[in-house]
Each structure stands twice: as structure tokens, then as C-alpha cells.
């Protein structure tokens, strides 16, 4: 396993304080791993197996038809007045299941850890329930300097070429060339797509979510507005309201593939009300997409850049 120092100090940082750890980012940048290297330092630090209850919510073994099957599976668990520490990993996959973590997190004896992989796990229902009871760590990707330590590799001019085209990902150090990258990618970029937008928001037109995807894969680092996007795209042919638009583009930075960085005028000191900037959570995801003939490095610096700021 990929050794993520900075993310799993933070963990423990908050070891045993009552808070519910809250996880978020993208799909596959490494949370279970994160909880899997996590879980390690409590064994090598004197806890328990059966202290540890770890619950995958996209394993299909856990058959929870709602969130009070998932609330008794883990309650039955505890069995003792010993510190338990409760891992509900894509917990968003059980409708209400903040419910069942708000159950958990009143025991006395509980330490709850959640992960999901959209912005709305920590909307809605989970916000009002939990109010000022959660610490929120959002996870990215491999940074540049935890890919060099992997690999062990000083030479920094190589492995930034080999960052920028092989994926921050962490699954894609296992793979060997830039054709199984980029079909990994385009599988993981589906898998978002369907699970988190389309299905989430109810999006009925998935080409023109697509065709918005791919604008902004192509304009990454570039200032922007929703209504800029909405009449470069009508003029191109794909006529799409402002409405539209901005609603996918939420979705878009709910399932972390973009991150939105809004315009700040200094001297004013005041956020202005149009034009942004959008930056890739994974700026080779768009290889997959666009292909790779055309790569815009300034930009690719930019949105690397950016994102090192971010953690």
C-alpha cells in the first residue's frame, strides 16, 4: 500500500476525540486504503480485532435493505465497555444513513469514521443532524511528492512528465503503459459519472453532461462563467440553457472531478459574482476523454499547482 503520511497524521491527530472523522473525495483516490493503513496503527498500538469493525458499503456481502439493519449490525458488534472503533466506508450508498450514525456516535465507548465519495454526504440531513459533532478531511489523489516517494526517484523533471501522463490515481502506479491508464481511467471516470452524477441528479441528457464535461476538461485553469459556457457551446452547436449548465457543473464539483475556485478582486476584497476558474481533481482523467494530442502544460502546471495548495 501507498503510504499516505500526510492524511493518516491527520487521523490519528484525531484519534479518540469526540467527533465523528469524516472522509470525502473522489472515487478511488485511496479513503479505504486511508482506513486500511489507519487500522494498522491502531493494532501496532494496542487495539483489538474485535475493536475494529469496518463496514465497506459497496460490498455486496453487506445486504442492509436501510439504515437501521446497518445501525444493529454494528451495535451487536459491541459487546463490552472497551473503546470500539466503527469504519462505515461509501456509507452514502444506505438512504438515511446519517440516521444510523448519529446512533452511533451518542455511544460513549464508539470512535465513528465515515467516508463518501460526493459532496452530499455532508448536506442536507447529515449537516442538520450532526451540526458542529464532524471534522471533515478531504482526500486527493496522489500529491506530487507522495509519487515521488513512492517511486523513490529524485529525479523530478522525469516524474513530473510521468506524473502529468500516467494519473495521480493511486491504482495506476500498477499499470504499465498509457493505453491500460487511460482505460482505467475512462472506467473510473463512468463509474462517477453514472454513480454520482447521472443517477444522483437525475440527469436525463447524459450527452450533453458529456459534452459539459468535456468544455471543461478542455478549459481547465481558464476563466470562466456559467453563462460563457452556456453560448460557447450554443454557438457550437449544443444548445444548452444557463440553468442547465450550472446545475451540472455542481454536480460535476459534488463528485470532486472539478474543483471551482471563484474570482477574488483584491483591492476590493470581495468575491466577484461571475467568472472562475474550474481545476481537474485528476488532470490525466482528461486524456481518456479528449485523447492526448493536444496537452496545454501551462495549464497542466496551473491545475497541479493548484491542487499541491489545496492539501
Known amino acids: 500500500m501507498i503510504q ?3 492524511y493518516l497524521n491527520q487521523l490519528i491527530r484525531w484519534k479518540d476525540k469526540d467527533l465523528i472523522k469524516v472522509v470525502t473525495g473522489i472515487r478511488r483516490c485511496g479513503k ?54 466503527v ?8 438512504e438515511s444513513f446519517e440516521k444510523a450514525v448519529d446512533g452511533l456516535y451518542i455511544k460513549k465507548n464508539v470512535d465513528i469514521y465515515i467516508t463518501g465519495s460526493n459532496a452530499y454526504l455532508l448536506s442536507g440531513e447529515l449537516a ?57 481511467l475512462e472506467s473510473l471516470y463512468n463509474t462517477i459519472i453514472l ?24 478549459n481547465i485553469g481558464n476563466l470562466l462563467s456559467i453563462k460563457k459556457i452556456a453560448d460557447t457551446m450554443t454557438s457550437d452547436g449544443r444548445a444548452i440553457s444557463v440553468h442547465t ?18 474570482r477574488f478582486d483584491i483591492k476590493g476584497k470581495q468575491y466577484l459574482m461571475s467568472g472562475e476558474k474550474y ?10 476523454l479528449l485523447g492526448r494530442k493536444y496537452i496545454d502544460l501551462g495549464h497542466v502546471l496551473e491545475n497541479i499547482v493548484y491542487l499541491e495548495l489545496l492539501r
Open 128 to 184: 442538520t443532524f450532526l451540526s458542529g459533532r464532524y471534522i471533515e478531511l478531504k482526500m486527493l489523489p496522489l500529491s506530487f511528492r507522495e509519487y515521488i516517494d513512492y517511486y523513490k526517484n529524485s529525479e523530478v523533471e522525469k516524474m513530473y512528465l510521468n506524473y502529468v501522463n500516467r494519473s495521480s490515481f493511486p491504482y495506476a502506479v500498477n499499470l504499465d503503459s498509457e493505453k491500460d491508464i487511460d482505460d482505467y
Open 245 to 262: 449548465v450550472d446545475s451540472y457543473l455542481q454536480a460535476l464539483v459534488d463528485s470532486f472531478v472539478f474543483c471551482k475556485v471563484p
Open 87 to 94: 469504519f462505515l466506508d461509501e456509507v452514502q450508498n444506505i
Open 32 to 85: 479505504s486504503t486511508l482506513f486500511d493503513l489507519y487500522i494498522d496503527y491502531l493494532k501496532n498500538n494496542g487495539v483489538n480485532d474485535n475493536q475494529i469493525i469496518k463496514v465497506n458499503l459497496e460490498n455486496p456481502e453487506y445486504n442492509f435493505k436501510n439504515y437501521m439493519d446497518l445501525y444493529n449490525f454494528v451495535k451487536e458488534k459491541i459487546d463490552s465497555d472497551k473503546k470500539y472503533y
Open 279 to 288: 481545476y481537474a481533481t485528476d488532470v490525466t482523467m482528461r486524456y481518456a
Open 4 to 6: 499516505r503520511k500526510e
Open 195 to 218: 454513480k454520482d452524477v447521472v443517477s444522483r441528479k437525475k440527469i436525463a441528457d447524459t450527452s450533453m453532461l458529456q459534452s459539459v464535461v468535456k468544455f471543461m476538461f478542455s
